[in-house]
C-alpha cells in the first residue's frame, strides 16, 4: 500500500481556509485518497475521498494533483471545532493511519 | 440511524488475562474493521471482517483475533494480555468496506 506524508502540525486563524497538504508519491492507479480527522478522545470522522478528479461536500475541497502524487484538503471556513487530527490515507483494501496533521484553529 | 456501538466503553485487566470487545455495526452495514490506537504507534489496522470472513489482517500476532456473526456483529479477541496492549480499540463498519468508514467510540483497554 502506498505510504502518505503530512506535516505534523498546522494552525490556522478561525474564519480563514485551512489547507491540509498530503504527499502520496507511491499511490497506484486503484488507490483512492481519504481524509478523515479525529477530535480529541473521539473516534476518526470520514471527511471526503476521491479518486483523480476533485471533490466537494459539505465539510470539505479534495484537490488532487494530475499526476495523483499529492493533493490537499481545504476547510474554507476553519472554525474552532476543526480543531484536530487530520489524516490522509491511501486505501485499496484496508485503511493505514499514518501520525496525521494537529489543526489548530486560532481565534 | 444508530452509529457503531462498542462495548464496554472501559476495561481494566491483569497480564495474562485474555479479554473479548464487542462492536455493532450500523445497520445494513457489511464490513466491520478494527483498529488499535496507542500514543506511541497511533492508529494501527488490525482486520477487517466482511460477510463473516476476515478479509484483511494487519501485522499483529495471533493473540489478536477476531470474528463476526452473521448479524454483522463483530468481536475481537487478545489473549496473554501484555502490558502493551494498553490501547484505545476502535471499530468501524462500511457498506462494503471499499467506502466511508464510521467508526465507534472506542473501547478503552488498560492492562496492569
Known amino acids: 500500500d502506498a505510504k502518505t506524508t503530512q506535516p505534523p502540525s498546522m494552525d490556522c486563524a478561525e474564519g480563514r481556509a485551512a489547507n491540509l497538504p498530503c504527499n502520496h508519491s507511491t499511490i497506484s492507479g486503484n488507490e483512492y485518497v481519504y481524509w478523515y480527522r479525529q477530535i480529541h478522545s473521539q473516534g476518526p470522522q470520514y471527511i471526503i475521498h476521491g479518486l483523480k478528479n476533485n471533490e466537494t461536500n459539505e465539510m470539505a475541497s479534495l484537490i488532487i494533483t494530475e499526476d495523483r502524487k499529492s493533493s490537499t484538503l481545504i476547510l474554507p471556513h476553519a472554525t474552532l471545532r476543526d480543531t484536530a487530527v487530520y489524516y490522509c490515507i491511501v486505501r485499496v483494501n484496508d485503511m493505514r493511519f499514518g501520525a496525521g496533521t494537529r489543526l489548530t484553529v486560532k481565534p | ?112
Open chain 2, 1 to 112: 440511524k444508530a452509529g457503531v456501538t462498542q462495548t464496554p466503553r472501559y476495561l481494566i485487566k491483569t497480564r495474562g488475562q485474555q479479554v473479548t470487545l464487542s462492536c455493532s455495526p450500523i445497520s445494513g452495514h457489511r464490513s466491520v474493521s478494527w483498529y488499535q490506537q496507542t500514543p506511541g504507534q497511533g492508529l494501527q489496522f488490525l482486520f477487517e471482517y466482511f460477510s463473516e470472513t476476515q478479509r484483511n489482517k494487519g501485522n499483529f500476532p495471533g493473540r489478536f483475533s477476531g470474528r463476526q456473526f452473521s448479524n454483522s456483529r463483530s468481536e475481537m479477541n487478545v489473549s496473554t494480555l501484555e502490558l502493551g496492549d494498553s490501547a484505545l480499540y476502535l471499530c468501524a463498519s462500511s457498506w462494503a468496506g471499499g467506502n466511508e468508514q464510521f467508526f465507534g467510540p472506542g473501547t478503552r483497554l488498560t492492562v496492569l
